[in-house]
């Protein structure tokens, strides 16, 4: 249950809407706590005596002011949002929607409105007396600063919010964020060598999408209790099917309906992949915008060199991590699962820069010699992926390159590779 809530939490933070429905909810909250506290304590001896005029006064200025500022902040960001799925790749725009700051500041907006609005008819509906007036008031104060704390960070935070530049960089924290132990690890599971076991049961999932997490404390606990074996096909960012097995039981007479339905509880699948577990889509959403910078339309060899030196740096991480977990004992040894192979990270980095990339001296250079610092990283899967991708990417530049020095200086340098 608890794995099911913070999936679901993960889906839900980067909801653009969240914050501002949050804020219209406090905002209200704040409107009826001055009505009940004004009913409970009106007091005619308050310092501060503020009519009911003049608030409607104040909270009709902030509440056209904000709805402008608002519909305004909107269109920033889905300005931004356009731009960006322009610039990189469309699948970034959701970093500019679930932008923390972004939605701090509609926040505050839409909540000064609702607030004003909320204000407004209450004072007009109901009687507040001195107290309650003077609440409102005070919740207006809180209101207007938290407007100003969010409008100074917001300047500063929308010149950059579209920029390339500033997605490029979100793009590669997650991708370095994503590489955790417990990824890298298989979960705490050991290694499946992709055979099919003897004596074992299939298990299927239920609906079609991507799998976006899996409870492995669950399934462990699940084939304790049921003296078994799990064999796990799949991993984060996985399509999944209900033709294709995500699990295998041994023995399969450990099998029951009940079981069945505990193994597929414990995996969550959605439309699309979700970038905290799964490396390979963080990957691919850097080499894309790369492939986008060397489309003939944009001819942009610039951004496609920032992209590959980026992805070397996630590929240096990924070996240092697994080089950390690699002598750990599996927490869970009754699971085994899919693993993640290096020469699937490269190929997701590099190919599709090796090959629309084949045709630029300054890109087929800068490909070669990080794949030299790949091989260099101390990881034996890594280096020998490197050196396949390396003899790819030179029989691209051959048909590509139609002149002969640039063909000569790019096998000078593939020739390097460790």
Not at 9 to 17: D, I
Not at 70 to 79: E, L, Q
Not at 264 to 288: C, H, K, T, W
Not at 348 to 376: C, H, M, N
């Amino acid at each position: 249950m608890l794995f099911r809530l913070k999936v679901f939490y993960n889906k839900l933070s980067n909801k653009l809407w969240l914050r501002p429905a949050l804020a219209g909810l406090f905002a209200i909250s704040m409107a009826v706590f001055a009505y009940y506290v004004g009913y409970a304590y009106n007091s005619s001896q308050l310092g501060l005596n503020i009519d009911e005029s003049s608030l409607v006064s104040l909270f009709s200025i902030f509440a056209s002011s904000m709805l402008s500022v608002a519909t305004f902040t909107v269109s920033a960001i889905v300005a931004a949002a356009s731009s960006v799925s322009n610039s990189t790749t469309y699948r970034a725009t959701q970093y500019v929607l679930g932008d923390k700051k972004a939605q701090l500041v509609l926040s505050a907006f839409i909540a000064a409105f609702i607030y004003s609005i909320i204000g407004i008819l209450s004072l007009k509906a109901f009687t507040y007396g001195h107290t309650g007036r003077f609440v409102l008031f005070l919740g207006l104060i809180v209101i207007v600063s938290f407007v100003l704390i969010a409008f100074i960070n917001w300047v500063d935070h929308a010149m950059t919010l579209g920029r390339q530049e500033s997605i490029l960089n979100r793009l590669t924290d997650v991708a370095l964020d994503s590489i955790t132990p417990e990824v890298v690890n298989g979960f705490g599971a050991t290694v499946w060598d992709e055979k099919i076991p003897e004596h074992s049961k299939a298990i299927y999932p239920r609906r079609y999408g991507y799998i976006v997490g899996l409870d492995a404390a669950s399934l462990q606990e699940i084939a304790e209790e049921a003296d078994c074996y799990l064999v796990i096909t799949t991993r984060p960012g996985e399509l999944s099917d209900p033709t294709q097995p995500i699990v295998y039981v041994t023995p399969s007479s450990a099998v029951t309906e009940e079981l069945v339905s505990e193994i597929q509880e414990s995996f969550v699948s959605a439309n699309r992949r979700y970038p905290e577990a799964d490396i390979r889509y963080n990957l691919i959403n850097l080499a894309e915008t790369a492939d986008r910078a060397l489309s003939s339309a944009v001819n942009d060899p610039g951004t496609a060199i920032n992209v590959i030196t980026r992805q070397t740096r996630i590929l240096a991480k990924w070996a240092e991590v697994q080089q950390q977990v690699a002598d750990e004992a599996p927490k869970y040894p009754r699971l085994s699962i899919l693993p993640t192979h290096a020469s699937e990270l490269v190929s997701d980095s590099f190919a599709p820069i090796a090959r629309d990339g084949a045709g630029v001296i300054e890109v087929g250079v800068r490909l070669q010699k990080a794949l030299q610092t790949v091989a260099r990283l101390g990881n034996s899967d890594l280096a020998a992926a490197a050196k396949d991708l390396s003899a790819v990417a030179m029989e691209f530049a051959n048909q590509a390159l139609v002149v002969e020095s640039q063909r000569q200086r790019l096998a000078k340098v593939a020739s390097q590779i460790a």
